[in-house]
């Protein structure tokens, strides 16, 4: 709806327009196969689309609707897909509440960053002896490693659950880019953290604050990881009291 909207098709009586302004129908086929998202990841089915030259500067309006009940939808409008950087380091967010809105519980979505930071933190203190009363940026660091790595599960785990009923296609190297990266530089930091629990050089803390930028570029670690990593880089080597 919308005053330079050209009528294209019948807008049935139930849906109230109002005077000032034109409306048009577009209606929606539901197709038979999933179409794969591979950002979020998810996977959606694309109902319909509409192309206009908006010449009328104005209120626009869509309304939804469907005759066999209620669900949840999504819409994009335009082109253009634009981020200011707040944004786009908030993604990680905002992608566990879309998952959310998916209709998955927070247990199933956070689940492999849970268990990753249980067994984890479990090796490091049984296997590799780390102590609680190590070094503080070394225990934070390790913790930094395991965000990383977790939230590299989470994003491969919504992939093999978007990829359900979706055809696999080319993007999802996309999606593998977004957890595979970011578990790899969460093995490079245990390494580090682990082999080297030495005073580190300015090299080393140089090397931290690198991963930490990277981990906000790959969404890497919920945000999380890549501050603690940042914080590590200028933490004396002192330990718990």
Do not use: C
Not at 9 to 33: C, F, N
Not at 189 to 213: A, C, E, Y
């Amino acid at each position: 709806m919308g005053p330079s909207i050209e009528k294209q098709s019948q807008v049935p009586t139930t849906i109230e327009v109002p005077d000032d302004v034109e409306a048009t129908l577009i209606k929606g086929d539901r197709p038979e196969a999933l179409e794969y998202e591979p950002f979020t990841p998810a996977s959606y089915y694309f109902t319909a689309d509409y192309r206009a030259d908006i010449t009328v500067e104005g209120n626009y309006y869509f309304f939804i609707y469907s005759d066999k009940g209620e669900g949840r939808y999504g819409i994009a409008v335009g082109y253009v897909e634009t981020f200011t950087l707040i944004e786009w380091l908030m993604i990680p967010i905002d992608v566990i509440n879309i998952h959310q809105w998916e209709g998955q519980s927070i247990f199933l979505i956070l689940a492999p960053l849970a268990l990753t930071l249980l067994l984890g933190l479990s090796l490091m203190f049984w296997k590799l002896k780390l102590k609680p009363t190590s070094s503080v940026a070394v225990f934070l660091g390790v913790l930094a490693g395991l965000l990383y790595i977790g939230s590299g599960l989470m994003i491969i785990t919504q992939m093999l659950i978007a990829l359900i009923g979706a055809t696999l296609t080319s993007s999802s190297v996309l999606t593998l880019v977004f957890s595979v990266l970011p578990a790899l530089f969460g093995f490079l930091i245990l390494r580090k953290i682990v082999k080297h629990n030495i005073p580190w050089k300015k090299r080393d803390r140089l090397i931290f604050v690198v991963l930490g930028i990277l981990g906000y570029i790959l969404w890497a670690g919920i945000l999380l990881g890549p501050s603690l990593i940042i914080l590590v880089s200028v933490l004396p080597m002192t330990t718990f009291s």
